[in-house]
């Protein structure tokens, strides 16, 4: 029995595999080929059903033989995939006619997949590479699998499309809209955030030089940034539309107020960052306000002014959107999600809340990006 | 024998006292102290002697409130603006964004020397602290030791005459100590520059100074100052010498009798 | 005395250029609309006549703060409480949710924290996806819970509360797993030697630790709690609530009552980040930490 190394993960699939298969029917139409055996009734799984047990138990089964992680995540993994790809498959043109047994042996599926997630996150492999690849792949898993369990339960279930499409028609309402979401990126991303964003970032610094420079304005400014930081700023959006009108002015004027502070702040943080000694240093050397600000100050301000950077990718994209909310022309982001919904187009905008996640993400990793390359000798950075 | 030489540093009734928030602290009282060119002057005492305040003022990052002192008979703060002075630190600090090279290119870079005088220097200076070859590294991929060292060459970059050093080696281990100290003698030797140098070890003073300034505090006041009658010429073994531990008996003794204990 | 010269003068010095500034700014940004109504009526006012013109429009591009302030009190302290014309009733409304999607947000960050702390898997595969969403414009998804919840027949606080629930989770959550992640190696090699188990650890080593780092994302959670309040109300077709007070000002052009209600928002996040300031204060004398 010492081959044998129970996890608590397979252990429960097998239970919940053979509670299904006990259980019968997997969806409404099986039960009624099964009462009435002469008519030809068409339900889900005909032939598919006795595989998905058959895969998730020997799965199961074999994942609990003392292997090599590596054999035993793919054997879990491979396990898990294939039940659950063939469930989704399966339920098509069925929906809302799933039973139990559909839940249970997705929820064995799922619990296989949970396996071979902690089995891939106990690994230490040796190689760089591979850590880093594993690092990627285990969150990348747990995405799938909150993906395939939003998939499986929406069309299961048969969720009403309105209050949740499943993730596969918002990909396929991607790939068909296209230039309608490039269009509105271009206006929301590549007008209003990007150059708000700029603006905004720029005065902050250069107002966080001016503090710098006068102790008075430092003591009064910083103060009122910090408070500034905990109110509802994006309140400002309708002012701005009235101000700049409905194109992407507005909104970069929206942007530029909401990025101004956090640059002021941080920029001035990151200032007084300096140690002792090396100012101390730059005064034996008789250095003058600038130098010192350019060779010492400045960059030990690095990690600041990036985290500034940082939260303010995140604080323009949505200052861009929610500015949109008051009024746009026909385009854009926030247009499109406030007027699609009015429209209960849910598909669209889901489709726009995905874009919009994938170009706060490439926002955020750029600038992360830059960071990484600028401040590399920081221990946050070497450190890993 | 030093009242011949001109002198680098002349304090005369120097006193300096903080404001604090306790009241105010006299950090120095009275310190009259000439140092004259090509000395090795260690500074010795307990912590709160005022020894590295000393240095301090010399380098004009503290100014005194009574009493006087000359740089080559300019006011520190002129001597400081002449760059007169190279000071190296109880730590590195040298800048991890730049490489050693880069490091010790930064005071070149603030007076603005042309870039080939600024190669030329670095290059000495790196083979006078035996860098040579770590260059392009940066700072953290050194160990404390040759950080240490870097930032020493940083300062000697600078050409100066006089050099401060407020425990430049308090925070590394006995061997490295032992062996810097070795180095820095032999850099002294080939430079002929006045260091001040400041330290809480009786036989790192004893071994690299031509003379021992004990000091106590409260007040940080001169208690003693002892001249070393060991030769120029020191290998590391002089410190089992006879010599030697005379005058290190002499410090300690000194120290003991500044330094009152009962608190 | 320290504090007067450092922090009070200076902070209200600026206020008042501010002030000035806006005064300039709303004399300047009206005159055009000014100059139009007078030579539409043939008036010819003198310069001082101009401005005071100028500063008491009824729907000037930029309302002066005399006239913000003037609204303000008359909305907050003069109508009946119950009036949905009067802010104190807009600003508890949007309170409510708010503090209703906070409490959720606290306690939901608190207990995934503590998953991630303990469970290696969760930590691996949960936490990238929280850093992540960091990166996100959630505000972005606000107006479909609302509006979706409303087409399944759930309306009024709940989904606001949800929308704020989901701001303020995130905060917490990080700041709770730094927190919890605190206590030094050797704190914790301590504990190991006293052979305590994982909960006696738990209890008294990580979530002491952990308080600071929870009171100061706290202070975030709130403001973004807030936030995610008044965004909510926007899609409601100007119901109630300072984003609905907000909304019905930009239809209507009732530039005051905008910034009225701008200043209402801002009183009530001031509020709630010097209460939870305060708590964690409080919090962090009663656990014996030096009044700072």
Redesign the interface.
């Known amino acids: 029995m010492k081959a044998l190394k129970p996890s608590w993960q397979a252990v429960l699939a097998i239970v919940l595999c053979l509670v299904a298969a006990i259980w019968g029917a997997m969806s409404v139409p099986e039960v009624a080929a099964g009462t009435q055996p002469t008519a030809t009734i068409e339900y889900p799984y005909m032939g598919t059903k006795g595989l998905m047990y058959g895969i998730a138990i020997v799965a199961a089964v074999l994942s609990m033989f003392v292997l090599v992680p590596a054999l035993e995540a793919l054997i879990l993994f491979a396990g898990s995939t294939t039940v659950a790809l063939l469930l989704l498959h399966g339920i098509a043109g069925f929906e809302g006619t799933a039973r139990a047994p559909y839940y249970l042996l997705l929820a064995a599926a799922w619990l296989l997949g949970w396996r071979c997630v902690a089995v891939l996150s106990s690994m230490k492999p040796s190689s760089r590479g591979l850590a880093t690849a594993l690092k990627l792949a285990v969150p990348a898993l747990f995405g799938v699998w909150i993906l395939v369990w939003w998939e499986a339960v929406t069309r299961g279930a048969g969720i009403p499309f309105i209050l949740l499409p499943p993730p596969s028609s918002v990909g396929v309402r991607i790939v068909n809209s296209l230039p309608v979401l490039w269009a509105d990126v271009n206006q929301t991303i590549f007008h209003s955030v990007l150059i708000g964003y700029v603006l905004g970032c720029a005065s902050g610094f250069i107002a966080a030089i001016l503090a710098d420079r006068f102790v008075f304005l430092r003591r009064g400014l910083i103060p009122i940034g910090n408070m500034v930081s905990a109110l509802p700023i994006i309140g400002v959006a309708p002012i701005m539309v009235m101000w700049f009108g409905f194109d992407w002015h507005s909104k970069a004027a929206v942007v530029v107020i909401m990025t101004f502070f956090p640059m002021l702040v941080n920029t001035v943080a990151g200032l007084a960052a300096s140690g002792h000694m090396e100012r101390d240093l730059m005064r034996t050397y008789a250095s003058n306000y600038w130098q010192t600000l350019a060779k010492l100050r400045l960059p030990a301000a690095g990690p600041f002014i990036f985290n500034a950077l940082k939260i303010n990718s995140t604080l323009a994209l949505i200052g861009a959107i929610v500015a949109e909310f008051f009024g746009t022309p026909v385009v854009g982001m926030g247009f499109r999600i406030s007027t699609e919904v009015g429209r209960m187009n849910v598909d669209m905008v889901w489709a726009e809340i995905a874009v919009a996640a994938l170009a706060g993400s490439v926002f955020y990793g750029v600038v992360a990006l830059i960071e990484r390359a600028a401040t590399f000798w920081h221990p946050s950075v070497r450190g890993g | 024998m030093t009242a011949v030489k001109p002198a680098v540093v002349a304090a005369s009734k120097l006193g300096l006292t903080f404001q604090t928030n306790d009241g105010p602290v006299q950090a120095l009282s009275n310190v009259d102290l000439t140092i004259g060119k090509g000395e090795f002057v260690s500074f010795i005492g307990p912590s709160g002697c005022g020894k590295t305040t000393f240095l301090r003022v010399i380098a004009d990052l503290e100014k005194p409130t009574s009493g006087s002192i000359t740089i080559n008979g300019m006011t520190p703060e002129q001597a400081r603006e002449k760059r007169a002075y190279g000071y190296v630190f109880q730590a590195a600090a040298l800048f991890p964004w730049r490489t050693i090279e880069r490091n010790v290119a930064l005071p070149l870079e603030i007076i603005g020397l042309p870039k080939a005088e600024q190669a030329a220097r670095i290059k000495r200076t790196m083979e006078l602290v035996n860098l040579a070859g770590f260059e392009k590294k940066y700072p953290w991929q050194l160990s404390g030791g040759m950080q240490q060292r870097a930032s020493i060459a940083r300062a000697l970059a600078f050409e100066a005459d006089l050099l401060l050093m407020d425990e430049p080696f308090g925070a590394l281990d006995e061997i490295v100590r032992d062996h810097l100290n070795e180095q820095l003698l032999q850099l002294w030797a080939a430079t002929d520059k006045t260091i001040c140098f400041v330290t809480h070890s009786i036989p790192e003073a004893v071994y690299l100074s031509t003379r021992i300034v004990v000091m106590s505090p409260r007040p940080g006041r001169v208690t003693d100052v002892i001249e070393s009658t060991l030769p120029r010429e020191r290998p590391l073994d002089i410190r089992e010498t006879p010599e030697f531990l005379a005058i290190a008996a002499r410090v300690r003794d000194g120290l003991r009798a500044g330094h009152s204990y009962e608190d | 005395m320290d504090t007067l010269r450092?922090?009070i003068i200076?902070?209200?010095?600026?206020?008042l250029i501010i002030v000035a500034i806006w005064y300039v700014g709303a004399v300047a940004?009206n005159a055009p609309f000014q100059r139009d109504m007078d030579s539409r009526n043939n008036a010819t006012p003198g310069t001082m006549e101009f401005i005071g013109k100028t500063l008491a429009q009824p729907k000037p591009?930029?309302p002066a703060p005399h006239q913000v302030a003037q609204n303000f009190f008359e909305n907050t302290f003069t109508r009946k409480i119950t009036s949905n014309r009067s802010l104190v009733y807009h600003a508890w409304v949007t309170l409510s949710s708010t503090l209703l999607g906070f409490a959720f947000g606290t306690v939901l960050g608190i207990v995934i924290a503590v998953g991630i702390v303990h469970v290696?898997?969760l930590?691996?595969?949960?936490?990238?996806?929280i850093i992540?969403s960091?990166?996100?414009?959630?505000?972005?998804?606000a107006?479909?819970v609302i509006?979706?919840l409303a087409?399944?027949g759930i309306t009024g606080l709940i989904p606001k509360a949800l929308i704020s629930t989901y701001l303020s989770f995130f905060p917490v959550a990080v700041g709770m797993v730094k927190g919890l992640r605190s206590p030094e190696l050797m704190h914790l090699d301590l504990m190991h030697t006293y052979n305590a188990s994982r909960s006696q650890t738990f209890w008294k080593l990580r979530v002491p630790a952990s308080v600071p780092f929870l009171f100061a994302s706290m202070?975030v959670a709130v403001?973004a709690s807030?936030?995610g309040a008044?965004?909510g109300e926007?899609?409601t077709g100007a119901v109630a609530g300072?984003?609905a007070k907000?909304?019905a000002?930009?239809y209507y052009?009732q530039?005051i009552d905008?910034?009225s209600?701008?200043v209402a928002?801002?009183v009530v996040?001031?509020l709630?980040?010097a209460l939870v300031g305060l708590a964690g204060r409080l919090v962090d004398r009663a656990m014996g930490g030096r009044p700072a």
């Open positions: 450092s922090k200076p902070v209200t010095t600026i206020l940004m591009t930029l290696t898997t930590d691996r595969s949960l936490m990238p996806w992540a960091q990166t996100i414009p959630i505000l972005a998804i107006p479909m509006v979706v087409a399944v202070k403001a807030l936030v008044i965004v926007l899609p300072i984003g907000l909304l000002g930009a052009s530039t905008i910034w209600a701008l928002g801002s996040a001031a709630l980040v």
